[in-house]
Structures are given as structure tokens and as C-alpha cells.
């Protein structure tokens, strides 16, 4: 199963706090691309692909190199959990693939790093999860990553084979999240 290890970055072009959020430029670079960065600098990642109903978000995937799916709008409201965007990403590649394990990014979490992704997959494996998340210091879930088998995106109920990891990554919501990661990142290296 290591060998299907697949990164989708779900990431839809409405936003009610900050207008365009995941292309906002942060150090120069649109948000998203870097989580793509991170991603693609995984060790353990094989492929990547940017779920979005905006053009504007594939193309800035297109031009980091990542492929695209394009999210009906139907799962691009408000009120719809990301898992259905991942649902049908997983769909998607299916009828193209065998899929593994799959590693849900956050597009709005740009100080995420492959380390923190190679440390979530790890865990998957060493410890013989179905599902590892990401917690920020203070242990809530800062939905930076969630790595899970196959089986585990279509479960209607939580797993009980399931792990953390704690990392720094920030989850952008509103202005003041803004302004603390531009600080934040304001000497990050984008390669």
C-alpha cells in the first residue's frame, strides 16, 4: 500500500471571513502553493492533486506542477464537511487507480511542513493505523493533515484505530490568523 500514497488538497474558492483565502500571497506565494511545496517535498507522498471549483486554484496547481480535479459546485457550499470533497476525489481517481492511503492537506494551513506529513503517514504504518490527524500544541485539531486508508474516507462513523501527531501548522480563518502567519512565515523559503 505504500506505494499509492496520494495527497489531495481540497480547496474551494468561497470564503466567508477572508475573500479568496487560499490564494492570498503570503512571503510571494499564494497559500496554497505552500502546502503543494510541502507536499511535494514529502518523502513518502507519490501523488498530489488540488480538489476546486475555482479556475484561478487549478490553474495556480497547474502551475506548481500538481494535477487537478474539478469539485462539482454541489460540494463546494458552506455547510458541506471536506470529507465529501475527499469522497469524491478518491471516486475520481478510482476509475483511473488503485488508491491506498490517502492525506487530506489543508490548503489553509501553509506553514504545514513534509516533515509533519512524512511524520502523520509514518505513524500510519508504525503503528498500524486507519487514520493519523494533526494537533497543534495545545491539542485541538488544527486540520492541517489527515492521512487515512481508503476504507477509513468512506466510513460513516470515527475510527477507533486512529492516532495524532502534534505540529505547528496554523489553520487560517480569519485576518488576525492572517497577520500572525505572515509574521510567522515572513522568512520561509519557498522551494
Known amino acids: 500500500q505504500k506505494k499509492n500514497i496520494i495527497a489531495i488538497i481540497p480547496a474551494r474558492s468561497g470564503s466567508k471571513r477572508i475573500r479568496n483565502k487560499n490564494i492570498i500571497k503570503i512571503n510571494g506565494q499564494p497559500m496554497i502553493s505552500w502546502t503543494i ?6 518523502k513518502l507522498i507519490n501523488q498530489i492533486y488540488v480538489s476546486s471549483d475555482s479556475k484561478k ?15 462539482p459546485l454541489d460540494i463546494c457550499k458552506d455547510n458541506v464537511p471536506k470529507i465529501e470533497a475527499i469522497r469524491h476525489a478518491v471516486k475520481f481517481l478510482e476509475k483511473k487507480q488503485k488508491v491506498g492511503v490517502i492525506v487530506s492537506l489543508q490548503a489553509n494551513s501553509p506553514n504545514v511542513t513534509a516533515v509533519d506529513i512524512d511524520n502523520c503517514i509514518s505513524d500510519l504504518f508504525l503503528k498500524k493505523k486507519k487514520e493519523v490527524i494533526s494537533l497543534d500544541r495545545k491539542l485541538n485539531q488544527n ?6 486508508t481508503k476504507e477509513t474516507v468512506f466510513n460513516e462513523y470515527l475510527s477507533t484505530y486512529f492516532s495524532c501527531t502534534i505540529n505547528d501548522a496554523m489553520d487560517i480563518h480569519d485576518k488576525k490568523d492572517l497577520n500572525k ?8 523559503v519557498f522551494k
Open 57 to 71: 486554484i487549478l490553474e495556480i496547481a497547474k502551475k506548481n506542477n500538481v494535477k487537478t480535479i474539478l469539485r
Open 143 to 148: 486540520a492541517a493533515i489527515r492521512v487515512m
Open 181 to 188: 502567519i505572515k509574521k510567522i512565515m515572513k522568512d520561509y
Open 37 to 42: 511545496n510541502a507536499a511535494k517535498n514529502s
